[in-house]
Every structure is written in structure tokens, then in C-alpha cells.
């Protein structure tokens, strides 16, 4: 068995626990991910590192690594092969948990929690011990959008991107190496909570380059659905309805025609459309009539059926609703 890796200090109230998950790769089928290596980092309300933890896990179902893996993460068959179970694993981990009193075992994404649920379905499966995977799988917590829209970022960034704005370079190894991105997504979390981010320059220029990404695909987008919109004529009633429209009112015009002239083209057997809005989300779609169904139309607050050849007249008849 491969010995693992931790190391002490002085215990704390309040304690924050940052965690990354290794998982096996390139092997298709649901619930098939079973963990390859752990990164456990436990840090006091001041960010002072109390314990550090790490160790490489030994796959129930597939512990032949792909291409995949080996390249992803760096990590050998024989480092694998020597590896001790991940419930194994786990339960040093939940002592970690209860020595440091943690209540959350914070992640960068919702993988981690879905990669350590396929762990615990494979030692189930093979009729394994799985409970220490199941009392940490508890405390697994995704915190990417909190500290997402804490930083203001109009997008999640991943870890090797944001935690190089802060200044964090792995000692030893890369990313993608449990240990070095738990102790990235550490240093995120302080430079989120304890650092005035308008003073990095770095963080700053990351900030906006993904504003104007954004901002550009959202332009695309909007340029791909006009012209989709527009790809049929408009009507002598269009037109006049059109002429003069504000670029707000215009917009909406686009994007409601946009989803007639989708329909058209996606039920082109269709001799009858209907305009329906649901009861739940008051959002408005289109279906062939013929979809309207009991069960779905008791979740409408409204349907509105028309011929084919009349959309145009029904476009311009929901625009004045």
C-alpha cells in the first residue's frame, strides 16, 4: 500500500477545508468514475494552512489507466497500482473532517461531487465498504458561483487561469494535480475574501478580457438569430409594424420571430402551429398542434392554435399582446 502524505499544525474554530478529486478518464458509460487521486487542504479563518493532505487511490472497477489519465494528470500505473482504496483514503480524510470541525469540503465545479458518486456506486456495485465515501460525499459543497459572483466575474474561470492572476504557481508538478489545485483553489478563496481584487492588475485584465468575450459571443449569437429571423421575407404588415420601432421593441421583434420561423423549419409537416405560455415559467414556445396533448396543456396558461400560412398574422398578433 502507498503511504500517504499529511502534514500538522495548531488546530482552529471556523476552519475551512478546499479539496480537489483525480478521477479515472476515456471510460464511456454512466457512473463509471472512480477516483485516482485526493488533495485535501484544511486552512484557519485567516487562511494559515493547519494541515495538508494527499494520496493517489487505486480504482475498484478500472484500475488500468488510459492515455487519457496518464497525460491528464501525470500520474503512472505504478503509482496507481501501489495506491490504497479510496474508502480507505476517505476515512482519513472524515477523521480530518472531525478533528477540524469542518462543515463544508469546498470544490471548483460540480464534478467532484457527481465523479465521488460514481466511486461510491462502483464499491457498491462490488459489494465493497462505502461509508466513509458517503460521509465526506455529504460535505463535498461546489462553491465556483459564490465565489464566482463574490470576485463580480461574469463567468466561472477555471483554477489554473484564475489562481495565476494571485500569483500561484504549483511547487512541484502542475494542475491538474489534486494537491497543487486544492492549494489553488485556497489561495482563490483568500484573494476573494480577504484582498481588494480592483488593485490586481493582473485579476483585472482577466476580468475584462472575459467581459469582452462574452460580450462578443453574445453579439454572434444575436447576429446568427436576426438573420435566421429574417430569412423569410417580411410581410406588408411586418413592414409597417416595423417601421419606426425603437431598438428595444425591434430586439423583441427578432427574438419572437426568430421562434416562429424555428418552428416552421423544425415541424415542416405541420398544417397547424400553436403559440402556448407555461404556467411555471411563463415562458412562450411554439408546437405543432397536434403535440398539444392533455398532460401539456395542463401546464399552459394560454394557447393560441393558427394555420400555417397565417404565422405571419400570429406573429404580429402575440407582439401586441
Known amino acids: 500500500m502507498k503511504e500517504v502524505i499529511a502534514t500538522s499544525a495548531k488546530n482552529n474554530s471556523g476552519n475551512m477545508c478546499f479539496a480537489d ?67 480507505e483514503v476517505f476515512g482519513i480524510i472524515a477523521g480530518l473532517i472531525e478533528k477540524y470541525s469542518i462543515k463544508r469540503v469546498c470544490v471548483w ?32 459543497t461546489d462553491i465556483q458561483a459564490e465565489t464566482t459572483a463574490k470576485m463580480e466575474l461574469p463567468q466561472a474561470v477555471n483554477i489554473s487561469g484564475l489562481s495565476a492572476a494571485f500569483g500561484y504557481i504549483p511547487e512541484n508538478g502542475g494542475f491538474h ?11 482563490i478563496h483568500k484573494a476573494a475574501y480577504t484582498t481588494d481584487l480592483s488593485e490586481n492588475e493582473k485579476f483585472c485584465r482577466l476580468k475584462q478580457e472575459r467581459i469582452e468575450k462574452l460580450a462578443a459571443i453574445k453579439a454572434e449569437q444575436e447576429e446568427k438569430r436576426r438573420q435566421e429571423a429574417l430569412s423569410l421575407p417580411l410581410s406588408p404588415d411586418e413592414e409597417v409594424y416595423c417601421s419606426g420601432l425603437s431598438e428595444d421593441s425591434m430586439r423583441r421583434f427578432i427574438g ?8 416552421l423549419v423544425k415541424y415542416p409537416e405541420a398544417e397547424r402551429l400553436a403559440v402556448v405560455q407555461f404556467r411555471d415559467t411563463g415562458k412562450i414556445k411554439l408546437f405543432p398542434s397536434y403535440k398539444l396533448s392533455p398532460s401539456i396543456r395542463g401546464m399552459l396558461t394560454r394557447c393560441e392554435c393558427f394555420p400555417r400560412d397565417e404565422w405571419q398574422q400570429a406573429l404580429l398578433d402575440e407582439l401586441g399582446r
Open 21 to 87: 478529486f483525480e478521477f479515472t478518464c476515456g471510460v464511456a458509460g454512466r457512473n463509471t468514475s472512480e477516483l485516482l487521486s485526493v488533495g485535501i487542504v484544511i486552512c484557519s479563518p485567516a487562511y494559515d494552512v493547519l494541515e495538508s493532505f494527499y494520496s493517489t487511490v487505486r480504482p475498484v472497477k478500472y484500475p488500468r489507466m488510459t492515455k487519457q489519465c496518464r497525460e491528464l494528470t501525470g500520474l503512472t500505473q505504478e503509482e496507481i497500482n501501489a495506491s490504497p482504496d479510496s474508502e
Open 109 to 140: 465545479g460540480n464534478f467532484d461531487r457527481t465523479g465521488v458518486e460514481g466511486d461510491i456506486v462502483q464499491h457498491r456495485r462490488a459489494g465493497l465498504s462505502f461509508a466513509n465515501l458517503k460521509s465526506v460525499y455529504r460535505k463535498i
Open 256 to 263: 419572437l420571430r426568430y421562434r416562429f420561423v424555428r418552428a
Open 177 to 187: 494535480n489534486a494537491l497543487n489545485d486544492a492549494q489553488a483553489l485556497c489561495e
